[in-house]
């Protein structure tokens, strides 16, 4: 009888110093909002001519470092960070890290005195648990939201691979990027999308996948937008002018399917080529309505574009909402047949000099197609070899 009181008493000690633990670690609602919102951010991104390219929210994590989702700095060439309810604003020098696949960035700007974030473990989250949020719905800073874990994803959405956390705290668009916190006052989570024909439907990227990509910083990136290249000079229209005029000379001059009299058409016709791409490409970044063409021709494919290939409910017109998808279908068929595009207006140059130019001539529709397509991925293994071209 003493020995099973004794044991109880033990227990009832353990559980008493887990208890006090428990809760000394917790913080108020107010507590919380106050350290929060004096290391979050509202980042204000641009593309390369100065135009807004997406607004998001970020939290500070070390020293100079700012955590927000990749989508918020996807097509951003440049941006800045602004302290919410404060006057400071940081220019972002770049990223030290992105994940595309679970949605993440790590960005640098030049401070060494805002607080950052405490990192908690989003192992350790369970279903009904209380969290909170600070982001910028809607540019709206600093606005601070409750709610709890509605669900854990293991499998994620079609746009964050992996493990998901769904949270029914009140978002909006321009919440992305904030910080989703425990009771503790650490970081669970990252805000990463909502589904628009729900309420309250939001996900959420575990703190774990931000703590993985810390450990991968490397030194600071430029942004380069969408296309995945720097912006161009006219240095590196020069280069690339050389470059794809000796692609398609070796092209048009050595391949058995085109029949050239002489080096000097073969030249010539390399020349003609990388002169009308230099002058399309300078064309296509100076008018607006051609700089929406180019974008889209140099983009990047979606990142969820594999799923959405094998996703029978992403071809149909509730596609914005279905699943989560982020890529419209029109999006999508658009990204398919981009390149296939490109070979296409290539073959028809190709078409047209084989009529114009005496001397040069390819034998059939699909010489003169398989021609393009050397061309074109060529230009494609040049420019993803050398950075800037």
Request: proline share 6%; hydrophobic share 45%.
């Amino acid at each position: 009888m003493k020995n099973q009181k004794l044991l109880g008493n033990v227990i009832a000690s353990v559980l008493l110093s887990v208890f006090s633990i428990s809760v000394a670690d917790a913080q108020t609602p107010q507590q919380i909002w106050e350290k929060a919102a004096a290391s979050t951010v509202l980042l204000e991104m641009r593309d390369t001519s100065g135009s807004p390219a997406g607004q998001g929210s970020g939290f500070f994590i070390g020293e100079g470092l700012i955590a927000t989702n990749y989508h918020v700095i996807q097509k951003a060439s440049n941006g800045s960070a602004k302290l919410v309810h404060d006057q400071r604003r940081f220019e972002i020098e770049g990223y030290t890290a992105i994940d595309p696949e679970h949605d993440l960035a790590i960005l640098k700007v030049a401070n060494r005195i805002i607080p950052a974030l405490p990192l908690g473990n989003s192992d350790t989250v369970e279903i009904s648990e209380t969290v909170y949020t600070v982001g910028n719905p809607r540019g709206l800073e600093g606005t601070f939201s409750q709610g709890h874990i509605s669900n854990i994803h293991p499998e994620g959405t079609p746009r964050v691979h992996g493990r998901v956390l769904q949270f029914n705290a009140p978002i909006s668009r321009g919440s992305s990027g904030g910080a989703i916190l425990n009771s503790a006052g650490e970081v669970i989570g990252i805000v990463a999308e909502t589904r628009d024909d729900g309420q309250n439907l939001n996900f959420a990227i575990p703190v774990n996948a931000l703590k993985a990509l810390t450990a991968r910083l490397g030194p600071v990136r430029p942004l380069v937008g969408e296309s995945g290249v720097s912006p161009k000079t006219p240095i590196s229209y020069f280069l690339s002018l050389i470059l794809l005029s000796a692609t398609v000379f070796g092209v048009v001059h050595f391949l058995p399917t085109v029949n050239v009299n002489t080096r000097l058409i073969a030249i010539s016709v390399g020349l003609g080529f990388g002169v009308i791409k230099t002058l399309l490409t300078l064309l296509v970044m100076h008018i607006p309505f051609l700089n929406g063409i180019g974008s889209f021709l140099i983009a990047n494919p979606p990142i969820d574009i594999i799923h959405a290939l094998g996703c029978e409910n992403c071809f149909d017109e509730k596609l914005i909402h279905a699943l989560g998808c982020t890529t419209h279908f029109p999006d999508l068929l658009l990204s398919v047949v981009k390149f296939p595009a490109s070979l296409v207006i290539t073959a028809f140059l190709l078409g047209i000099a084989n009529k114009v130019v005496p001397g040069f001539e390819l034998n059939g529709f699909f010489n003169t197609f398989f021609v393009a397509l050397l061309i074109v991925v060529s230009d494609s293994v040049l420019r993803s070899v050398i950075p800037f071209v």
